[in-house]
T-cell receptor
Framework: DAGVTQSPTHLIKTRGQQVTLRCSPK?????VSWYQQALGQGPQFIFQ???????QRGNFPDRFSGHQFPNYSSELNVNALLLGDSALYLC?????????????FGSGTQLSVL | GENVEQHPSTLSVQEGDSAVIKCTYS??????FPWYKQELGKGPQLIID?????GEKKDQRIAVTLNKTAKHFSLHITETQPEDSAVYFC???????????FGRGTSLIVHP
């Protein structure tokens, strides 16, 4: 049983560029959440997708957007990259939106903005 | 919103010793408290969790305690082994959204 998979594993971009990160949830899971983890910090919630809609959002600007596809996979898009966007971006899936709190994380995408 | 404080930031122990990591939370409505272990190059993995209607939970060498009145919860690892070396995160969330707020993490180093 494949767990949560994320791609790419590493990415280098320059300021002002746009980036798309991808996530496939664990089999049987239909809810996907995205987190940003800066070096030495705990994960910070960006947003959560269920039934192809953004259900909840953390304190992140509109430059951060996402999408969920019918097969439950998801994308995180970040526009107009800033140096401060450099971080590990984690995707987490859970079985049922709003009723199961156990999160399963992928290994993340390490984004470096130069 | 919820605020979770975690201490210590670094913990160094000898193999076989016990390790304790402590967290406090601010929102009295929080009712679910998971602990995650993050190894180098990997995402966080849930190792144990506790709900607000339970004071203590144990799973082999790890245990978690919760004091709702003081808004404290702790992770206890006994008979530590080198493979326990990792960063541990506590988190708190509440029913409905179950979006966890994480602490800043504790880097546990177990020396052989």
């Amino acid at each position: 049983d494949a767990g949560v998979t994320q791609s790419p594993t590493h990415l280098i971009k320059t300021r002002g560029q746009q980036v798309t990160l991808r996530c496939s949830p664990k089999s049987g899971h239909d809810t996907v959440s995205w987190y940003q983890q800066a070096l030495g910090q705990g994960p910070q919630f960006i947003f959560q997708y269920y039934e192809e809609e953004e259900r909840q959002r953390g304190n992140f600007p509109d430059r951060f957007s996402g999408h969920q596809f019918p097969n439950y996979s998801s994308e995180l898009n970040v526009n107009a990259l800033l140096l401060g966007d450099s971080a590990l971006y984690l995707c987490a899936s859970s079985p049922v939106q709003g009723s199961n709190e156990k999160l399963f994380f992928g290994s993340g995408t390490q984004l470096s903005v130069l | 919103g919820e605020n979770v404080e975690q201490h210590p930031s670094t913990l160094s122990v000898q193999e076989g010793d016990s390790a304790v990591i402590k967290c406090t939370y601010s929102d009295s409505a929080s009712n679910y408290f998971p602990w995650y272990k993050q190894e180098l190059g990997k995402g966080p993995q849930l190792i144990i969790d506790i709900r607000s209607n339970v004071g203590e939970k144990k799973d082999q060498r790890i245990a978690v305690t919760l004091n709702k009145t003081a808004k404290h919860f702790s992770l206890h690892i006994t008979e530590t082994q080198p493979e326990d070396s990792a960063v541990y995160f506590c988190a708190a969330s509440k029913g409905g959204s179950y979006i966890p707020t994480f602490g800043r993490g504790t880097s546990l180093i177990v020396h052989p």
